[in-house]
């Protein structure tokens, strides 16, 4: 049993979104952004302005009914839009977090409740394949089934050089962000049916490199790596594995990581001069998730990068 695990709302079928989330906007923050940072792992409660997640002008159609998703980092950020996206479309949600992001968690459950579906909140870390087996375990335990996982929880920490790389630093990128990734991908296809799905959230980085992230960089190559490779084992299985590779998103990770004078101007570089909110990456996710969307494609690795086409 994990110490704080927890439920929240009630089941039952999608139905339209609340007032607070049928505002559409038109447009997107932009750098110059308030000068900020935080200790990691950041607390999107903190940040300003606060990254959007609620997708006012996305209109559910239950394309993920009856179906139940996990996602680590479901907290906030990606994981947290797609978390709310999810649950609009039907699903069910777990997610797994760090204890410090506690805060941030039970504003995600206030959010997928509001869409009139259930959440368990799973507090841990994705480095230990013990925990990551007992996640998707209770998970199972309390929804029944478990269709749909996003590998999204993520570690990374600028430095200039290599030199400046020690051991600590090498073991946590790695095994938070493949190490965890493999965790739960093993312990969730213990249970998985034909027709579920795994989504990674890779990286620009690990199609471009990064000259100041090269473990961070190195792992997220090695996610797109493991993607093709998972969905080559299990298209006989009819489970299919697909990858998103955003560029700057505005999230906890990326104001817990950089100088606050950075920050400011975090995402400017990109042709569309800022980074993406939460919201406009989660809709890539739902797709994936969706086999009504997405039947036909595994293996894929879906790059996000707000106009950038160099990708390779």
């Not at 609340?18 to 940072?37: G, I, N, V």
């Not at 994981?79 to 797994?96: D, N, T």
């Not at 459950?109 to 007992?134: H, M, N, T, W, Y």
Request: hydrophobic share 40%; charged share 20%; net charge positive.
């Amino acid at each position: 049993m994990l110490p704080s695990q927890r439920t929240r709302g009630r089941g039952r079928k999608p139905s339209a979104p609340k007032a607070q989330h049928r505002q559409a906007r038109k447009t997107q923050p932009a750098p110059p952004f308030p000068r900020q940072h935080q200790r990691r792992p950041g607390l999107e409660a903190e940040m300003r302005p606060a990254p959007r997640f609620a997708a006012g002008d996305y209109k559910g159609s239950g394309v993920l009914f009856n179906k139940v998703a996990l996602i680590t980092g479901g907290d906030s950020g990606i994981g947290r839009a797609a978390a709310v996206l999810c649950a609009r479309e039907g699903a069910e949600i777990a997610i797994v977090y760090l204890k410090e992001e506690q805060e941030d968690a039970e504003r995600t459950a206030e959010a997928v409740a509001a869409e009139g579906r259930q959440i368990l909140l799973l507090p841990g870390d994705v480095r230990r394949s013990s925990f990551c087996k007992r996640a998707v375990d209770m998970t199972v335990r309390r929804f029944g089934h478990l269709d749909i996982l996003v590998n999204n929880a993520a570690y990374q920490k600028h430095r200039p050089s290599i030199a400046q790389i020690d051991d600590q630093q090498l073991k946590r990128t790695f095994e938070t962000n493949i190490y965890g990734y493999f965790f739960m991908a093993r312990a969730a296809l213990a249970h998985m049916r034909k027709g579920a799905s795994i989504i990674n959230v890779g990286s620009i980085t690990g199609l471009e490199g990064s000259a100041h992230l090269l473990d961070y960089s190195a792992t997220k190559g090695a996610i797109h790596a493991f993607t093709k490779s998972l969905a080559a084992n299990l298209v006989a299985r009819g489970i299919r594995v697909n990858a998103i590779a955003p560029g700057p998103v505005w999230t906890p990770l990326n104001v817990s990581d950089k100088k606050a004078a950075d920050v400011a101007h975090f995402g400017e570089s990109v042709p569309m001069k800022r980074p993406a909110q939460p919201e406009e990456i989660a809709p890539s996710i739902v797709f994936f998730a969706s086999p009504i969307h997405s039947s036909y494609i595994t293996g894929e690795v879906l790059a996000l990068l707000g106009g950038e086409t160099t990708a390779a």
